[in-house]
């Protein structure tokens, strides 16, 4: 099973899949972030097992937006979205 992505005119999926597959080579062994009971929580996948799941998919539910990849993957995105807003707001705050 391989994903399809929306490309840009110049590049093929087996390319951009190249590229995928390089850039998920360099995801950095990081530790978790999240707690345990967390994860288990919401049977969410690793933070670097998520976006393998997702980009190399071995299953239909790994493509789902409910799949453990996806959700963990967005979850991720929007509690970094939130963290930055936050900081922003205190460095406002300190300018005041």
């Known amino acids: 099973m391989a994903p399809l992505y ?9 390319q951009y899949r190249k590229i995928v597959h390089h850039a998920l080579e360099g995801v950095p062994a ?6 345990e009971e967390v994860m288990q929580s919401y049977g969410w996948a690793s933070w670097k097992d998520a976006p393998h ?4 998919p071995k299953h239909i539910e790994d493509i789902s937006p409910t799949g453990k990849g996806c959700a963990r993957l967005a979850f991720d995105e929007l509690f970094a979205h939130q963290v930055s807003l936050h900081k922003l707001r205190l460095g406002v705050k ?3």
């Open 94 to 96: 300190k300018k005041s």
């Open 30 to 35: 990081l530790p978790e972030w999240l707690p």
């Open 53 to 56: 799941q997702v980009h190399k």
């Open 6 to 14: 929306s490309l840009t005119a110049g590049i093929s999926q087996t």
